[in-house]
Structures are given as C-alpha cells and as structure tokens.
C-alpha cells in the first residue's frame, strides 16, 4: 500500500522560508507525478504545484508562482516544497498527494491516487 507522509510544517514568522517533505513508501516512486495542495481554514483545497517523474518539469499555481519550488530525489522516494517569503495567506494544512500517469501537469484533485495526512503550515504577522 502506497503511503505519503509529510513533514516539516511549523509554526514561522512573515517573510520567513520553509521546506516541506513528502516521503513516498511503496510503489514505484520515479513513476509518479507528485503534487502539492494546501487547504486553509474554510476553504477548498487548492492546487499549489507539481512536478514530473523525473523532475524535469514543474507547474505552479499563479498564487505561489516565483514564491514556491517544488523538487524530488528519486534515489530517496521524497519530493520536497520549497517555500520563500511566507505570508498569513499560505497559513494551511499542506497535502502532497501522488498518481502514477503519463499526463502532465496534473492540477485537480481527483487526478491524484494518493495522498498524504498533512502538516500544517501556520504564518503569523
């Protein structure tokens, strides 16, 4: 059974940078396009950006875009997000989920397989 877990959420000032992870256990990892999503307080979740088998390509959404960079090592079954100049608005529970297609990009939910449990992202002012 394929598995995603996250790490690396926290608790960090405006303006600050983070990176997430996401380990993929099971699976063929270098098959999978990965995604990441976030979902703030009463809102849907929402695409944030994904990435190809081999890292060779990424898609963003506008909001992240020149913000986030999302890459992956292979050799260790882990994509990662990179986060810079954070604001209250990026304050959510961020989800990486993986699917394993030949389509490319993938930005809605239900193209996604697998998912992880979270971690939540928390920016304060």
């Known amino acids: 059974q394929v598995q995603l877990v996250e790490s690396g959420g926290g608790l960090v000032q405006a303006g600050d940078s983070l990176r997430l992870s996401c380990e993929v256990s099971?699976?063929?990892?270098?098959?999978?396009?990965m995604g990441w999503f976030r979902q703030a307080p009463g809102k849907e979740r929402e695409f944030i950006g994904c990435?190809?088998?081999?890292?060779?390509?990424?898609s963003y959404a506008d909001s992240v875009k020149g913000r986030f960079a999302i890459s992956r090592d292979n050799t260790k079954n882990t994509v990662y997000l990179r986060m810079n100049d954070l604001n209250s608005q990026d304050t959510a529970v961020y989800y990486c989920a993986a699917v394993d297609s030949p389509a490319f990009p993938l930005r809605r939910l239900t193209s996604y397989n697998y998912w992880g449990q979270g971690t939540q992202v928390t920016v304060s002012s």
């Open positions: 990435i190809t088998w081999t890292g060779g390509r990424t």
């Open positions: 099971e699976g063929t990892f270098s098959q999978y396009v």
